[in-house]
Protein backbone atom coordinates (compact mmCIF):
# COMPACT_ATOMS: atom_id res chain seq x y z
CA UNK A 1 0.00 0.00 0.00
CA UNK A 2 1.46 3.57 -1.33
CA UNK A 3 0.63 6.41 1.41
CA UNK A 4 1.06 9.88 -0.04
CA UNK A 5 1.26 13.63 2.06
CA UNK A 6 1.05 16.24 0.78
CA UNK A 7 2.41 19.74 2.63
CA UNK A 8 3.22 23.07 1.64
CA UNK A 9 0.05 24.88 0.71
CA UNK A 10 -1.00 28.33 2.50
CA UNK A 11 -2.48 31.76 1.81
CA UNK A 12 -0.31 33.64 -0.99
CA UNK A 13 -0.88 36.77 -2.62
CA UNK A 14 -1.89 37.08 -6.37
CA UNK A 15 1.53 36.66 -8.41
CA UNK A 16 2.98 35.03 -5.29
CA UNK A 17 4.59 31.42 -5.41
CA UNK A 18 4.06 28.46 -3.01
CA UNK A 19 6.26 24.81 -3.65
CA UNK A 20 3.64 21.77 -2.37
CA UNK A 21 5.55 18.43 -1.46
CA UNK A 22 3.15 15.19 -1.92
CA UNK A 23 5.76 12.81 0.39
CA UNK A 24 5.16 9.06 -0.51
CA UNK A 25 6.06 5.99 1.65
CA UNK A 26 5.27 2.23 1.27
CA UNK A 27 5.97 -0.46 -1.48
CA UNK A 28 8.05 0.81 -4.63
CA UNK A 29 6.66 3.69 -4.62
CA UNK A 30 9.01 5.64 -6.97
CA UNK A 31 7.34 3.17 -9.63
CA UNK A 32 3.96 5.20 -9.55
CA UNK A 33 3.35 8.28 -11.65
CA UNK A 34 1.92 10.90 -9.66
CA UNK A 35 -0.73 13.48 -10.49
CA UNK A 36 -1.69 17.12 -8.90
CA UNK A 37 -5.65 17.73 -8.61
CA UNK A 38 -7.15 20.43 -6.85
CA UNK A 39 -10.69 21.12 -5.59
CA UNK A 40 -12.60 24.76 -5.14
CA UNK A 41 -15.28 24.84 -3.10
CA UNK A 42 -18.45 24.01 -5.28
CA UNK A 43 -16.22 22.66 -8.04
CA UNK A 44 -15.33 19.34 -9.56
CA UNK A 45 -11.97 17.95 -8.85
CA UNK A 46 -9.07 18.98 -11.37
CA UNK A 47 -6.32 17.61 -13.14
CA UNK A 48 -3.42 20.09 -12.83
CA UNK A 49 -0.03 17.98 -13.65
CA UNK A 50 1.23 14.61 -13.74
CA UNK A 51 4.50 13.30 -14.00
CA UNK A 52 5.77 9.64 -14.97
CA UNK A 53 7.21 7.49 -12.35
CA UNK A 54 11.02 8.32 -13.43
CA UNK A 55 10.24 11.88 -13.81
CA UNK A 56 10.87 11.66 -17.39
CA UNK A 57 7.32 12.69 -18.71
CA UNK A 58 5.50 15.38 -17.19
CA UNK A 59 2.10 17.14 -18.45
CA UNK A 60 0.20 19.95 -17.43
CA UNK A 61 -3.18 21.76 -17.49
CA UNK A 62 -3.96 24.53 -20.16
CA UNK A 63 -4.33 27.03 -17.25
CA UNK A 64 -1.24 26.09 -15.36
CA UNK A 65 0.79 25.49 -18.17
CA UNK A 66 4.21 28.14 -17.61
CA UNK A 67 2.92 29.04 -14.29
CA UNK A 68 3.61 25.00 -12.53
CA UNK A 69 6.27 22.70 -12.60
CA UNK A 70 6.15 19.62 -11.69
CA UNK A 71 9.26 17.39 -10.43
CA UNK A 72 9.93 14.09 -8.93
CA UNK A 73 12.91 13.11 -6.54
CA UNK A 74 12.59 9.55 -6.16
CA UNK A 75 15.69 9.22 -3.92
CA UNK A 76 13.68 11.51 -1.51
CA UNK A 77 10.48 9.84 -2.38
CA UNK A 78 9.26 13.14 -2.98
CA UNK A 79 7.34 15.21 -6.19
CA UNK A 80 6.98 19.08 -5.73
CA UNK A 81 4.60 21.05 -7.21
CA UNK A 82 6.54 24.53 -7.97
CA UNK A 83 3.64 27.10 -8.37
CA UNK A 84 4.35 30.77 -9.71
CA UNK A 85 2.32 33.74 -11.11
CA UNK A 86 -0.28 32.60 -8.75
CA UNK A 87 -3.68 33.53 -9.20
CA UNK A 88 -7.13 33.68 -7.29
CA UNK A 89 -8.56 31.04 -9.24
CA UNK A 90 -5.74 28.88 -8.48
CA UNK A 91 -7.19 28.46 -4.95
CA UNK A 92 -8.56 25.24 -3.47
CA UNK A 93 -7.22 22.20 -2.24
CA UNK A 94 -4.02 20.14 -3.80
CA UNK A 95 -3.76 16.65 -3.41
CA UNK A 96 -1.39 14.30 -4.98
CA UNK A 97 -2.84 10.95 -6.34
CA UNK A 98 -0.73 7.71 -7.58
CA UNK A 99 -1.61 6.40 -10.91
CA UNK A 100 0.15 3.70 -13.55
CA UNK A 101 0.86 6.09 -15.76
CA UNK A 102 1.21 9.90 -16.55
CA UNK A 103 -1.89 11.07 -18.64
CA UNK A 104 -4.19 13.97 -18.51
CA UNK A 105 -6.69 11.40 -19.53
CA UNK A 106 -6.98 9.14 -16.34
CA UNK A 107 -10.35 8.84 -15.08
CA UNK A 108 -10.36 9.27 -11.20
CA UNK A 109 -11.08 6.14 -10.46
CA UNK A 110 -7.96 5.25 -12.20
CA UNK A 111 -5.83 6.79 -9.55
CA UNK A 112 -4.45 3.84 -7.05
CA UNK A 113 -3.78 6.19 -3.55
CA UNK A 114 -4.44 10.06 -2.43
CA UNK A 115 -2.96 12.07 0.52
CA UNK A 116 -5.19 14.31 2.55
CA UNK A 117 -4.79 17.37 0.40
CA UNK A 118 -3.60 20.91 1.59
CA UNK A 119 -5.20 24.20 0.96
CA UNK A 120 -3.92 26.69 -1.22
CA UNK A 121 -5.60 29.92 -0.88
CA UNK A 122 -4.53 33.05 -3.32
CA UNK A 123 -5.78 36.35 -2.14
CA UNK A 124 -5.02 40.28 -1.82
Known amino acids: QLQLVESGGGLVQPGGSLRLSCVASGFTSDYYAIGWFRQAPGKEREWVSC????????KYADSVEDRFTISRDNAKNTVYLQMNSLKPQDTGIYYC?????????????????WGQGTQVTVSS
Open 97 to 113: ASAHKCSRWLYLYEYDY
Open 51 to 58: VSSNGGDT
